[in-house]
């Protein structure tokens, strides 16, 4: 069985190690898929286990410089993600031992740029030649302080070098040990056979000051880089933190406090104020108000009461109480949303694909590149300026070329946004389950929407009240309430719900019965009241003006009746109410120039009043679900973009044939595998959030691609110096190596952009 798996990856230095990575591992036998993430440094592998297993994948990288890291399976508690943090105290030792490297290398290559700004300087006539003293100290310094920096702080490079010597595979390591080794040696030959080589060459020219500095830039990149990188994941850590570490739970009758990964089904818990709840569970004993914001984005605590579902990581505001487990572990809503975060910041957009292309043949065309341009300039460049000179600008432009064409911008471009954007997007209770997904949102033309559960609330509330009688409101509601408190109706439950609301007193009822397909009777203090219909009305022979309720059955609303047997008491209108947030929705929607659509199966005249008041454009009423998916399909024929946002259940056809299925998801009921996103508590307003942000990260992986192929595109001729015989340009590999780990913390810094962002 092919079960696809994500492992985080050791050794990972640059967009060319995925595409190795990611070829040597589709070589193993028994492997169907892999995707390796730079971004991330994760791979995604599918594999026969017949065949083969995650310690020999591991061993087939480890050649290579790379390795798996494989946690130990604690799935069901999950352990999977507490070893999350693991990995980032890990990630933070090695940046801290990279920083001591790269902050005790500054010195060295401050000393560098000073003798090298000074020779510069002295050779345009800016200020006098070094002294004969000084000059011979530095003479001696440089290559003591270049062997230290390219075998010590260079080490990383000069493995890649003998990697690419022993296996061929090169990637960017490799680039670099092989420019700063060239600048190295060519620089400790002329030293060492100075009089010899005076009458061929210039021994006045070395370039251990080009090796220093190039890899201390290079490397103080590689920190600031990693270190951006690390801000990229606070999604992830922000989730993580929110889960407990403990839970009160009773056993053998006794409160005792254990790990949360203990936890077993069925199990009593005990909540006290301010406590975060451990797991998933439904409410035995008690009452609070829970701050679910973690999952709904919503600041207002929600009351919860007996019987009410909770949901791990979420926080108790006031009060205490007890609730039975029922999800642990990876089964647990925060798990779950965890996993799925994790798994779309992994994942990898259909735009990433050219850059992933040109990432994988980069590293050995630059390495051709930069031979074919020292031969140039040993040939052509040697009948014009000689071959002591061409050697010279030969030996600059072959490190140069090496050192500026970095693909690490490039493969960055795509993964760091859509961490950044997958993140922003969980914080704020949009969860998307891929890449692909978020850059298909960003093309949306037309959104179809479910009336039931998406426009409205899904469940009928009480609107209105015509009292007739000489009671007042309240009392009339607790009189009805009494009543249908025997009733398991949902209009019954509507009605409890709003007396239960507003703190009303029920009376005891006696004597009661439900009449069939009209509504039901009981006593209350020995006075018979009827509740029901207008058929029930006219059972009992209670005439009333029904025009008077003519408008509002037109809207969708249902009328419920209490009279006695000689009085109507009152008429109450229960509908399914429109939610407060859906008119602004639709507003933003529009503005963002997308066209809605709303599908019911209510009645025409219902579906045109909701479909009025919340503005939108197209309805379609009376449908099956059927019919829902072939209105989608009629718009995809159209050549529309279609988004259809759905309860996830009714409307799974419709949901699977959108470009992009949206479900709306309430509390812990939600199935957040059921469709492309999922919008948490049912929220229509996060609709356009979602589709704002999927826009909001697709500019800035554009923005991304534009600045990683700049680089590329104008570095390497200039580096080559194409522009030499035309401007006399030359770019110093210093300035290359400047340029090139600027990139990549340029594109982490535009990805984190995203974040300070407002949706």
Not at 45 to 50: A, I, L
Not at 240 to 253: D, E, F, H, S
Not at 441 to 469: C, F, R, W
Request: glycine residues 8%; aromatic residues 8%.
């Amino acid at each position: 069985m092919n079960t696809p798996r994500t492992f985080k990856i050791k050794g990972m230095h640059c967009a060319s190690c995925a595409g190795i990575i990611e070829k040597t591992f589709k070589k193993v036998e028994g492997v169907t898929l892999a995707e390796v993430n730079y971004g991330t440094e994760s791979a995604k592998v599918s594999f026969d286990e017949n065949k083969t297993n995650p310690q020999a994948l591991s061993e087939t990288i480890q050649p290579l410089g790379y390795s798996l890291i494989i946690e130990t399976d604690r799935a069901d508690h999950g352990g999977n993600h507490m070893g999350a943090n693991s990995q980032k105290e890990e990630k933070l030792l090695e940046l801290a031992a990279m920083k001591n490297q790269v902050f005790s290398s500054i010195p060295i290559a401050l000393i560098s740029a000073f003798v090298m700004s000074w020779d510069i300087l002295a050779s345009f006539n800016k200020i006098p030649k070094m002294s004969y003293f000084w000059s011979e100290f530095f003479h001696h310094l440089l290559p003591i302080m270049a062997t230290y920096i390219l075998f010590v702080v260079g080490k990383p490079y000069l493995k890649g070098f003998y990697r690419f010597l022993r296996y061929g595979k090169a990637n960017m390591d490799t680039l670099i040990g092989i420019g700063t080794s060239a600048a190295f040696l060519y620089s400790f030959v002329v030293s060492a056979f100075e009089e010899s080589l005076e009458p061929y060459i210039n021994v006045e020219n070395t370039y251990y000051d080009v090796t220093i500095i190039v890899i201390v830039f290079i490397a103080l990149g590689k920190y600031l880089e990693a270190q951006s990188k690390l801000k990229t994941g606070d999604a992830i850590e922000k989730l993580l933190n929110m889960q407990a570490k403990t839970a009160l739970v009773i056993r053998k009758g006794k409160e005792m406090e254990i790990p949360i990964d203990q936890v077993v089904h069925g199990e009593l818990i005990i909540v006290k104020p301010a406590g975060k709840i451990p797991v998933d569970g439904i409410i035995t004993e008690g009452s609070s108000y829970i701050d679910e914001s973690m999952l709904t984005g919503e600041p207002m605590p929600v009351k919860k009461t007996i019987g009410d579902a909770i949901a791990a990581g979420t926080m108790n505001t006031s009060g205490s109480f007890t609730f039975k487990a029922t999800k642990v572990g990876s089964e647990t809503m925060i798990a779950r949303i965890i996993k799925m975060v994790e798994e779309a910041q992994g994942s990898k957009a259909p735009i990433q694909a050219l850059a992933d292309k040109i990432s994988s043949v980069f590293v050995p065309i630059v390495l051709i590149l930069a031979f074919v341009d020292l031969g140039v300039w040993l040939t052509v460049g040697t009948s014009y300026i000689g071959f002591s000179q061409a050697l010279s600008y030969g030996l600059v432009s072959f490190v140069g070329i090496l050192v500026i064409a970095c693909p690490c911008a490039l493969g960055l471009a795509t993964p760091t946004a859509i961490i950044v954007g997958v993140g922003k997007g969980a914080r704020e209770g949009i969860l998307i389950k891929d890449a692909a997904t978020l850059e298909k949102l960003y093309k949306v033309t037309d959104v179809v929407v479910d009336k039931t559960g998406t426009i409205t609330k899904g469940k009928p509330e009480l609107t209105s009240i015509q009292n007739l009688s000489k009671k007042s409101d309240n009392e009339l509601i607790a009189l009805l309430a009494s009543l249908e408190n025997k009733s398991e109706h949902p209009i019954a439950h509507a009605i409890t719900t709003h007396a239960k609301e507003k703190n009303l007193s029920l009376s005891a009822v006696e004597h009661f019965e439900i009449i069939k397909g009209k509504g039901l009777k009981g006593s209350i203090n020995s006075i018979e009241y009827f509740v029901g219909n207008a058929k029930l009305m006219d059972d009992i022979k209670l005439s009333f003006e029904k025009k008077s309720i003519e408008k509002e059955t037109l809207e969708g609303k249902t009328p419920i009746m209490i009279a006695t047997k000689n009085e109507l008491l009152g008429i109450i209108m229960v509908a399914d109410a429109i939610k407060p947030e859906a008119v602004e929705a639709v507003a933003r929607l529009h503005e963002l120039g997308i066209k809605v659509t709303m599908l019911t199966g209510d009645n025409k005249n219902t579906a045109a009043f909701i479909a009025k008041q919340v503005g939108i454009d197209e309805v379609v009423s009376e449908v099956m679900p059927e019919d829902k998916l072939k209105t989608i399909k009629a718009l995809q024929a159209q050549g529309k973009i279609v988004a259809m946002a759905g309860d996830g259940v009714n409307d799974a056809p419709a949901l699977a044939q959108a470009d992009v299925g949206i479900a709306m998801a309430t509390g812990t009921d939600v199935a957040i595998e059921s469709a492309g996103i999922t919008l948490l508590n049912g929220d229509i307003s996060k609709l356009e959030k979602a589709i704002s942000l999927s826009k909001m990260t697709m500019r800035g992986i554009k923005q991304n691609l534009f600045w990683a192929f700049f680089y590329n595109v104008v570095g390497i001729p200039l580096a080559g110096g194409a522009f030499f015989p035309f401007f006399g340009w030359m770019l110093s590999p210093v300035f290359a190596g400047l340029a090139m780990a600027f990139s990549s913390v340029s594109v982490v810094g535009n990805s984190l952009r995203i974040k300070t962002k407002k949706l």
